[in-house]
């Protein structure tokens, strides 16, 4: 007689008890190792500042955090951060529920241009409202650009999970007397939740590590602090304990964000009804709603590319050395594209462990990954300075430190995407498949990564953006003659040659558009496809 597993099916050679349970056991130690070798990669850079606190010793330590500097530079970043997370959750959230859940008209279009602000670095938007006014510099304008800069982030997640929510959980809330707004927060929000949570987490640690648009806008955060101190006297304690500072701060976010977000599972097998959720009518509100989203798009927009475009053309200092333009623009390219792979693989195993193997081991993996980027690239690129020139001192001064370093930063980016597909990937799939006799590779290669191709996409695309755009790690990186859109872009607003600095701008721009509208159509499709 043939034995039945728990679940009442007969268990043969090909069963969950045949040979391919060593495999699948086999595979989820190695998933195990690499997520731990991914997290601590990613932890470098906290070790760094660690260590070097506890060398600085405690009496120094205690005196470089409670000078009143530290208390003003906590406050200043505290409500930047919160005020950002949450301005960024509302603007995003409303976009979305408009763009997916109501009538308005052109919602393709809209689409595209809410998610297009992330083409546009936050440190040119802060160009492109200083170089026209200087009255948006202190905490209000600070607010508001960073906002503008980072909404989308928020958008996109929450955009995609309404695009593939069941309508029959609301056609159920309807049908027990739940009027529309109640229906929304008692049944829409809270399966908004992840996206939510994801989306305003990454708007808090990335602005937790903001530097280019603060620096510029006159604005004090940690980060800007510890970038002074290096720059003034490299000052190495007193910006050290201002980065352990950001590290606490990162901390609270991550734990918040744990608490907030819970133990519910939101994957589901199948796609729920075949009919798309209904669409609200807007009627009398169809105008204002138009003029909200145009009001949005012009400010996130159409400022910082109007500005870029004036200098172009005014600009006494405009030039286009098309030689220099052409070699920083493929210097960006090839990086942006090599860390977009190497992040996202390394996103893989960390992802895995935190959505199909949930556990105090796996949250703690995952979590780990966060902490490297609510810290400044400088901080990130001293780390690894240090590190490579005491133990691999042959990859100092080269280009894979350099994306180290990226992937080190913008894991987060590529984690959260590919565990909210991970998330929304029925697990009952992979169960199918290897209960057919697929071993774990051929299983992840036929069942998985079709699942969650769009997340690895979009996840590739935030990457990509931020690399493409990012400045002070490169500025200490990057091998000797290597300079990138970012730097010189820099290098020129430093000197106040705003004219020298639009081409640069402009062309990183160029070349983030394509990676923005990928990321927002696979939004559209990651989970509906």
Known sequence: MRRRSRTGGPTGPRGPAGPTGRPREAASALV???????????????????????????HEAWALLVRPR?????????????????????????????????????????????????????????????????????????????????????????????RGLDPALEETAYALGLGPWRTFVRVVVPQLRPAMLGGGLLVGIHLLAEFGALQMLRFPTFTTAIYDQYRSSFNGPAANMIASVLVLCCLVLLMGELRLRGHQRYARLGRGSARPAPRRT????????????????????????????????????????????ASTAATSLGLG?????????????????????????????????????????IVVALALVTVSIRFVRPVYQTSLLLLTAYAIMFLPRAVVSVRTALAQAPPLLEDVSHSLGHG??????????????????????????????????????????????????????????????????????LISAPATYLLSTEARRSVTS
């Open 440 to 509: 774990p590779l051929a299983t992840l290669r036929r069942v998985t990564l079709p699942l969650i191709a769009p997340g690895l996409g979009a996840g590739a695309a935030l990457v990509f953006l931020a690399v493409v755009t990012e400045l002070t790690a490169t500025l200490l990186l990057a091998p000797i003659g290597t300079a990138t859109l970012a730097t010189q872009f820099w290098s020129n607003t430093a000197s106040a040659a705003y004219g020298a600095a639009a081409p640069y701008g402009a062309l990183m721009v």
């Open 70 to 162: 530290i208390g003003e530079l906590l406050v200043n970043t505290t409500r930047l951060v919160l005020g950002c997370m949450v301005l960024s959750t509302a603007l995003g959230t409303a976009a979305a529920w408009l763009v997916e859940r109501s009538d308005l008209p052109a919602r393709r279009l809209w689409h595209v241009l809410l998610a297009a602000p992330l083409a546009v670095p936050a440190f040119v938007n802060s160009f492109g409202w200083v170089s026209l006014t200087p009255k948006v510099e202190g905490y209000a304008g600070a607010l508001l650009i960073v906002t503008l800069s980072y909404f989308p982030l928020v958008y996109l997640p929450v955009a995609a999970m309404l």
């Open 32 to 58: 195990l190792v690499a997520g731990t070798a991914v997290a601590l990669l990613a932890l470098i850079p906290l070790l760094f500042v660690v260590v070097y606190t506890v060398v600085i010793g405690p």
């Open 337 to 377: 594209l090599g860390a977009a792979v190497l992040t996202t693989a390394l996103a893989m195993p960390v992802a895995w462990l935190a959505v199909r193997h949930r556990g105090t081991v796996s949250t703690i993996l995952e979590r780990s990954t966060y902490f490297a980027n609510a810290l400044p690239g």
């Open 282 to 325: 807007l009627g009398r509100l169809t105008l204002p709603a138009t003029l909200a989203m145009t009001g949005l798009v012009l400010l996130s927009l159409g400022v910082p590319i109007g500005s870029l475009v004036h200098w172009l053309v005014v600009g006494s200092s405009t030039a286009f050395p098309i030689g220099s333009l």
